[in-house]
């Protein structure tokens, strides 16, 4: 094992683009033209639609990688800003795809001079940071694959991970998960390469490959096609050990390349704004991973902060302006609850409440009028709208730093209301769905066409259907090859979803169609429950394995209740429970900033988490939210009886993923008692 150090920082060579080969890759398009929208193709089965496609708007490359990315911009358009990193006194310095492309191959050299060979695997465990990304690059140059780690993974997941890949060498943000990984490095054979970002790590590795010739990251990179493993990406294991899916470049490149093309508002600003997005999500996570390579593909201003806590993030958000931005509905239910709460502390709640009526009717109006369905927002509408825009919609806006026009929404439905007013405020919200054994998106909202509460169409170049027990099947250039398997040092192909029960279909008879369906593609069983509507709209209702079957046989998903409880301000987290059981419960946690607001205007700023979780006044209010998230089912579906926990379902306690996703069954190991209690009679 080579001794683990870190080095005195130097100086990053400089590149000439005139030296690497122009488009190994086949260019994005960068035209200011409209998105294309293609009409999914739909197999209606006994009057239901079952499955939708739509043909790839790019035809996947036959050659290169996303090593090639950053030299291919730096030969097309040296000049042209395509990062932005944030300095000590909080201002933003461009940087352009020619230095971004000497800096990737500086760092890529000193992976090879450090003896790191073709197919070496190489973890990341760091936050949202533009060395992030930098290395991601510089290793893929260096025909390696990477691993990330979330940063804030245990001590186990951290070992299980770099044992299970093989990894020969992490990189890390700072001195704790140094720490973390030299604690375990006795029980990491073969693991011999330890580099800290906050100490030098990239300015080490620079000075490290100053006797490495240019031609042998070149070399590396000719070698490396679309076929070849890009990075093993870990699941949250919401349900048990995690599993890591092979993404190869092809995956990423398909799923980058027809999602350029979609969103066009978003890659193709057509304004004199240029576009550019502020990335906060964790790129251990696939959904941050795949908009940080596209933005780069693209040469979208892409720039990068670590914390996700409000504070911070406001201030950069407002600092880096972005044109659009990457959430998760938690983010956006938060924006909304702060803006609602500040109305309300300075009296102005009935006001606030108006807007946002006014700012959902818009949003539905606007969405007939695409649709060809409404004549769209009549003039008192507009009118109204105009008199908010100031007074509300904004703030919301400036919330998000001021620029931003567009969001692409992710990890969990948002569900038709939020969709609604965001869209009244002038924020046009892009849902998603997808998975990591997709490269994130498979689904998302088409331009121009919304369908508000849906996750959309399919994204270009994929197909969806729906199994005979209502799982949701996706296949697609960008579906992964299989499971990490350590034995093997290769994927372990997946089970292929269940055949349909309805006979073939001919092929549509177009061009484009015929030679997309003569790709041999397997479907992947997502285990999620969904369906179509007549227009080939997808809706997730649930996990398969989180159906709940009560004593008497009712089948509940429990997703639609938990989303809606959660817009409420005071719910942070919650889960349904109830399967085999004589009705349907939930365990509610509260919001702290929604708590601190409504402790304030009721004044229990004294009354401790235990105390409030018994108050009378406070239960009405969450009575309120139950009540109001009923509404969705029916009574046999209906929450019938509910407890306020004085804790909060975090990471750190076990109770969620790194992605903020709820681990079911550690919840209801570690809440039996609470559980038990509200099947009492």
Request: a neutral charge.
């Amino acid at each position: 094992m080579e001794p683990l150090s870190i080095r005195r920082p130097a100086a990053v060579p400089h590149l000439d683009p005139g030296r690497e080969k122009r488009s190994r890759l086949v260019s994005v398009q960068r035209s200011p033209a409209q998105p294309v929208l293609v009409e999914p193709r739909k197999i209606v089965v006994d009057g239901s639609v079952r499955e939708v496609s739509v043909p790839p708007l790019v035809p996947p490359p036959e050659r290169g990688s996303l090593a090639d990315i950053p030299f291919d911009n730096a030969a097309e358009a040296p000049g042209d800003v395509v990062l932005s990193r944030k300095q000590r006194n909080g201002s933003w310095r461009d940087v352009t795809a020619a230095e971004f492309a000497a800096e990737v191959l500086a760092t890529a050299k000193g992976l090879i001079a450090h003896g790191l060979r073709p197919g070496d695997r190489l973890a990341i465990m760091a936050r949202t940071t533009y060395e992030w990304t930098l290395l991601d690059f510089a290793a893929w140059a260096a025909g390696l694959i990477t691993v990330p780690i979330y940063p804030t993974s245990s001590a186990e997941q951290t070992r299980w991970i770099i044992r299970d890949t093989g990894a020969v060498g992490c990189a890390v943000e700072g001195v704790d998960e140094a720490l973390l990984i030299d604690a375990q490095l006795d029980r990491l054979p073969g693991f011999a390469h330890l580099w800290q970002f906050d100490a030098g790590a990239i300015e080490e590795l620079a000075e490290a490959g100053r006797g490495v010739a240019d031609s042998e990251v070149e070399a590396r990179r000719a070698a490396l096609s679309p076929g070849s493993v890009a990075t093993l990406i870990y699941t949250s294991g919401t349900t048990g050990r995690p599993k890591g899916c092979v993404l190869s470049h092809g995956n990423f490149l398909a799923e980058v390349d027809n999602a350029i093309e979609l969103l066009h508002p978003c890659f193709k600003s057509v304004s004199t704004e240029p576009a550019s997005t502020l990335l906060y999500l964790p790129l251990s996570h696939v959904f941050g991973r795949m908009v940080a390579i596209g933005c780069l593909r693209a040469r979208v201003r892409l720039g990068h902060t670590p914390s996700i806590k409000t504070e911070p993030l406001l201030a950069d958000l407002a600092a880096f302006q972005p044109t659009f931005i990457l959430v998760v509905p938690y983010v956006l239910e938060k924006v909304y609850n702060t803006a609602r709460a500040t109305a309300e502390r300075m009296g102005r709640a009935p006001s606030f409440d108006r807007a946002a009526k006014i700012a959902q009717r818009w949003g539905e109006a606007h969405e007939a009028e695409e649709h060809g369905t409404g004549p769209g927002p009549g003039v008192a509408l507009r009118t109204a709208r105009a008199l908010y825009d100031p007074l509300v919609y904004r703030r919301i806006r400036a919330a998000l730093g001021g620029k931003v026009k567009y969001a692409i929404c992710g990890g969990s439905p948002l569900g038709h209301r939020l969709a609604a007013f965001y869209a009244g405020a002038g924020i046009e919200i892009f849902e998603g769905y997808g998975l990591t054994e997709s490269t994130a998106a498979a689904t998302v909202t088409p331009p121009l066409k919304p369908r508000l509460g849906t996750v959309g169409w399919p994204l270009p170049g994929t197909g969806i259907r729906i199994a005979d027990d209502g799982e949701v099947l996706v296949r697609g250039g960008q579906v992964f090859s299989g499971y990490w398997d350590s034995a093997l040092g290769g994927a372990v192909p997946f089970t292929v979803g269940p055949p349909p029960s309805w006979p073939s279909i001919g092929e549509d008879g177009s061009a484009t169609g015929e030679a997309w369906e003569k790709i041999p593609q397997k479907w992947f069983a997502t285990g999620d429950i969904g369906a179509l509507d007549a227009d080939g709209y997808l809706t997730i209702t649930g996990r398969k394995k989180e159906i709940i079957v009560t004593a008497s046989g009712k089948n509940t998903a429990p997703a639609p209740l938990e989303d809606r409880l959660r817009a409420h301000s005071l719910v942070g987290q919650c889960i349904v429970i109830g399967d085999n059981r004589p009705y349907i419960i939930a365990l509610i946690t509260l919001d702290p900033d929604g708590l601190k607001h409504w402790q304030i205007i009721h004044r229990r700023e004294l009354l401790s988490r235990e105390e409030l979780a018994f108050d009378a006044e406070l239960c009405k209010e969450v009575q309120r939210a139950v009540t109001d998230a009923n509404a969705l089912v029916s009574r046999a579906e209906s929450i019938r009886r509910f407890s306020i926990l004085p804790v909060e379902f975090t990471e750190a306690s076990g109770h969620l993923t790194p992605s903020m996703k709820i681990k079911r069954e550690a919840i209801m190991r570690d809440f039996e008692k609470e559980i038990e209690a509200l099947y009492e009679p």
